[in-house]
């Protein structure tokens, strides 16, 4: 799915995408979520994936962590007050064409986003963060009741990996055959459309999409890659970027797995643990676009 080379990584804009003219601003993206500061996850890695794909990424900080290619040390909630200011900040002057939402932390935090989110008429993509990369947890426990009935209502698409459909919904998924029972759980608590994300399985990295009537398979080879920080919060984001530039559902997914396919290829090693995936690898060191 490519298009004319009209952004920053031409093979990353596909067909039917919207094209700003000169000086014309960009689809505008909202990311509700935590800070990484090691820079490959959360909102770092949101904002970069944005721009990436052609598109002025918006942020809400929801918390801090203390974090780094060896995992998470500590974090820090922020206050609902701050969360709130931020968001109304952002949408009532700027407008938003999509949001993503990722690391919500504890259940006043996810209340608090849920109610925003029904305040705007904008699509919403909820990566349902329970642990991070290195299986350090993000969410509190208590906090999962308030995801499923209140968060995941308000989601166009819902994208958990294998852990956090059996944190959500019980379901354990072993082979690819057992995705779509997953989906069909995710779907049960109200999001309209449910990725079920299996890179985990054997095999092929395997996603399987679903809106409960209609259902995709996207495919793509498991990459000798070990550094692939960040994977969740970016595929995430690039959905929401492809919906902002206009795409449907499918497109917007298909063309978000094979962003981050390729920025997985190109990951590259960072301290002395799992390195991220790198986000621009469609822009050549010198900041022009590859190729």
């Not at 596909?14 to 094209?19: D, E, H, M, V, Y």
């Not at 209502?153 to 379901?171: C, K, M, S, Y």
Request: with cysteine; net charge negative; hydrophobic share 45%.
């Amino acid at each position: 799915m490519s298009g004319p080379p009209t952004g920053p990584a031409p093979s990353d804009v596909p067909a039917g995408a919207a094209t700003p003219a000169a000086n014309e601003a960009p689809p505008t993206v909202l990311t509700v979520a935590g800070s990484d500061s090691g820079g490959g996850a959360g909102i770092q890695a949101d904002l970069k994936t944005m721009l990436a794909l052609g598109t002025h990424g918006m942020s809400v900080l929801t918390a801090v962590t203390a974090q780094n290619s060896l995992g998470v040390r500590d974090a820090w909630p922020l206050p609902p007050e701050a969360v709130v200011e931020q968001f109304r900040a952002v949408v009532d002057d700027i407008g938003v064409r999509a949001i993503k939402t990722g690391m919500l932390a504890d259940a006043r935090l996810v209340e608090t986003v849920a109610g925003l989110l029904g305040t705007v008429d904008a699509p919403v993509i909820v990566d349902p963060v329970g642990v991070s990369k290195h299986g350090d947890p993000l969410l509190d426990p208590d906090a999962l009741d308030v995801v499923r009935t209140l968060l995941l209502p308000r989601a166009l698409v819902v994208t958990p990996n294998l852990d956090e459909v059996a944190q959500l919904t019980g379901v354990r998924v072993e082979e690819e055959r057992d995705m779509r029972r997953a989906a069909d759980a995710v779907l049960a608590l109200g999001g309209r459309w449910a990725l079920i994300k299996g890179g985990h399985l054997r095999g092929d990295a395997v996603d399987l999409l679903t809106d409960g009537t209609t259902e995709y398979r996207l495919r793509a080879p498991r990459l000798d890659n070990r550094h692939t920080h960040g994977t969740g919060c970016t595929l995430a984001a690039a959905i929401a970027a492809h919906l902002a530039r206009g795409l449907d559902v499918p497109d917007a997914v298909t063309a978000a797995k094979e962003y981050v396919t390729a920025a997985i290829a190109a990951g590259f090693p960072l301290g002395a643990g799992i390195g991220p995936v790198r986000h621009g690898h469609g822009i050549d060191p010198g900041g022009s676009p590859a190729g």
